[in-house]
């Protein structure tokens, strides 16, 4: 792709299974993409209340009282010790911090952006924008001269799948070996279903057991989208390695980005309340067992999801026919193909319907199952 250019947006494709689905006698289930449904907690809502006289502009950096609340979060509920706050910095939403982290970051032309196979398409996006080459690979072994920048996303978009300590030590070393930066996407980290992370927490890449103790050259993004309902905030943050971090700093002051200082407050408040976060959490796991115990009925078959706000399904045929399929329920899916080349038989589930909606989605499931 010449520099400059950029792909169609690959959800216009979408528009007419959207018109099939809600031709149903019962109205259309959206589940193809992940906007939270649920309200905003109302302690945050009454933090962005509390604070809109904002006559001055923010600081990029943020407030000293956002900045703490970052990293006390970080040590509370993803074990990672040893954070300043300093190493910690917040954005608008995560989806901008991704797609400009590799331009920010230096990141340019006859350089690699490596990315996971299964792929939220805003990674290569982001290498499309700085002008790099991106390369699609779970394997650190895989992952050549000349990398630039490493995206791991755990749990992940669109599969839900997590990597564990072991796997995240072997995949930072690899990146040190070239000289490479390397981001943990781990916006679904609250959100464990299955497996050890039922009942324990997805490891984060900055965890201690992962870098051991030395953040040089890691970041992990988080967001409070999904644990939180705070999508239409734009509230997320980036943390990790200092010399990043400031280069960050500097780039995103030059552009005049900066959280709204109202913003800021609520994210105060949501970082130091899990009372919300185990309530929304426990909504998203009843959804997800209806819909998933529909889906398997139903004839597909759920690969990894353990993790996270999706549902990975295949049938076992292209994809386009299980969303055509899907459609003629009044469901709405998202394709395999959005997400890479490598999953071309799989769709991607949404949980953020409200519960009749799943239920609906679920009973409509379940009448075409083979008895």
Same mark, same amino acid.
């Given at each position: 792709?010449?520099? /400059?250019?950029?792909?169609?947006?690959? &959800?216009?494709?979408?528009?007419?299974?959207?018109?099939?689905?809600?031709?149903?006698?019962?109205?259309?289930? %959206?589940?193809?993409?992940?906007?939270?449904?649920?309200?905003?907690?109302?302690?945050?809502?009454?933090?962005?209340?509390?604070?809109?006289?904002?006559?001055?502009?923010?600081?990029?950096?943020?407030?000293?009282?956002?900045?703490?609340?970052?990293?006390?979060?970080?040590?509370?509920?993803?074990?990672?010790?040893?954070? @300043?706050?300093?190493?910690?910095?917040?954005?608008?939403?995560?989806?901008?911090?991704?797609?400009?982290?590799?331009?920010?970051?230096?990141?340019?032309? /006859? %350089?690699?952006?490596?990315?996971?196979?299964?792929?939220?398409?805003?990674?290569?996006?982001?290498?499309?924008?700085?002008?790099?080459?991106?390369?699609?690979?779970?394997?650190?072994? @895989?992952?050549?001269?000349?990398?630039?920048?490493?995206?791991?996303?755990?749990?992940?978009?669109?599969?839900?799948?997590?990597?564990?300590?072991?796997?995240?030590?072997?995949?930072?070393?690899?990146?040190?070996?070239?000289?490479?930066?390397?981001? /943990?996407?781990?916006?679904?980290?609250?959100?464990?279903?299955?497996?050890?992370?039922?009942?324990?927490?997805?490891?984060?890449?900055?965890?201690?057991?992962?870098?051991?103790?030395?953040?040089?050259?890691?970041?992990?993004?988080?967001?409070?989208?999904?644990?939180?309902?705070?999508? /239409?905030?734009?509230?997320?943050?980036?943390?990790?390695?200092?010399?990043?971090?400031? *280069?960050?700093?500097?780039?995103?002051?030059?552009?005049?980005?900066?959280?709204?200082?109202?913003?800021?407050?609520?994210?105060?408040?949501?970082?130091?309340?899990?009372?919300?976060?185990?309530?929304?959490?426990? *909504?998203?796991?009843?959804?997800?067992?209806?819909?998933?115990?529909?889906?398997?009925?139903?004839?597909?078959?759920?690969?990894?999801?353990?993790?996270?706000?999706?549902?990975?399904?295949? @049938?076992?045929?292209?994809? &386009?026919?299980?969303?055509?399929?899907?459609?003629?329920?009044?469901?709405?899916?998202?394709?395999?193909?959005?997400?890479?080349?490598?999953?071309?038989?799989?769709?991607?589930?949404?949980?953020?319907?409200?519960?009749?909606?799943?239920?609906?989605?679920?009973?409509?499931?379940?009448?075409?199952?083979?008895?």
């Amino acid at each position: 792709m010449a520099l /400059g250019a950029l792909p169609e947006y690959p &959800w216009d494709l979408m528009d007419p299974y959207r018109q099939r689905a809600a031709a149903h006698r019962d109205g259309i289930v %959206d589940l193809s993409i992940g906007s939270p449904v649920d309200p905003t907690p109302q302690v945050v809502r009454d933090a962005l209340a509390a604070a809109t006289d904002a006559h001055s502009y923010p600081t990029t950096v943020g407030t000293a009282a956002l900045r703490r609340a970052i990293v006390a979060w970080y040590e509370r509920r993803r074990g990672v010790t040893g954070l @300043e706050t300093d190493a910690v910095l917040p954005t608008i939403g995560s989806k901008e911090l991704v797609a400009l982290l590799p331009f920010m970051l230096g990141v340019g032309e /006859g %350089d690699l952006v490596v990315h996971p196979r299964a792929a939220y398409p805003t990674y290569e996006m982001g290498a499309i924008f700085a002008g790099a080459r991106s390369m699609a690979s779970d394997d650190p072994a @895989e992952w050549p001269d000349g990398t630039r920048l490493v995206w791991l996303n755990s749990p992940g978009n669109p599969d839900g799948r997590v990597l564990g300590v072991d796997e995240l030590r072997r995949a930072v070393g690899r990146a040190r070996e070239l000289g490479a930066v390397i981001v /943990g996407d781990e916006c679904y980290a609250e959100l464990g279903w299955e497996g050890p992370w039922r009942d324990t927490a997805v490891p984060s890449i900055l965890d201690p057991g992962v870098t051991g103790g030395d953040t040089t050259h890691v970041l992990a993004i988080y967001s409070l989208s999904k644990q939180s309902n705070m999508a /239409g905030y734009r509230a997320a943050f980036v943390a990790g390695c200092r010399e990043s971090i400031a *280069r960050l700093t500097t780039a995103r002051k030059h552009a005049g980005l900066m959280v709204p200082a109202p913003l800021q407050a609520a994210m105060v408040v949501a970082l130091g309340d899990d009372a919300h976060v185990a309530e929304q959490k426990e *909504r998203y796991r009843a959804r997800r067992d209806r819909l998933k115990g529909a889906l398997e009925d139903a004839g597909f078959r759920i690969d990894h999801s353990e993790a996270g706000l999706y549902l990975w399904a295949t @049938e076992g045929r292209d994809a &386009w026919e299980s969303i055509g399929r899907l459609a003629d329920l009044g469901i709405l899916g998202g394709p395999g193909y959005f997400y890479g080349a490598h999953f071309p038989e799989h769709v991607r589930l949404s949980l953020t319907a409200p519960d009749g909606r799943v239920a609906a989605a679920a009973e409509r499931l379940r009448a075409t199952a083979v008895r």
